[in-house]
């Protein structure tokens, strides 16, 4: 429940805060289809949650060794 309220947080800050400051101040492609988010190890949880939460924002994911417990039955 914390990591996910993290992830959250720190999702909407990419979306909300990052993300239009610099498609204001640089030229880049703002949508979707040229839009990523990457992260490793722990770092690969917030992009995964981004991907799942903001699908219109990014197309894209880089996930490099996420922790995820496999001995949880699915």
């Known amino acids: 429940l914390i990591a996910t309220s993290a992830c959250s947080v720190y ?3 990419i979306v909300n805060t990052v993300k239009p400051f610099i498609d204001g101040k ?3 492609r703002p949508g ?3 839009t990523g988010i ?4 722990l770092g690969a949880l917030s992009p ?4 799942y939460e903001y699908p219109d924002v990014f197309g ?3 996930l490099f060794s996420p ?3 496999s001995s949880a039955e699915v």
Do not use: L, V, W
């Open 38 to 41: 990457m992260g490793a190890s």
């Open 26 to 28: 640089f030229r880049t």
């Open 11 to 13: 999702a909407d800050f």
């Open 48 to 51: 995964q949650y981004a991907m």
């Open 32 to 34: 979707r289809e040229d």
């Open 67 to 69: 922790p995820h417990d």
């Open 60 to 62: 894209k994911a880089g």
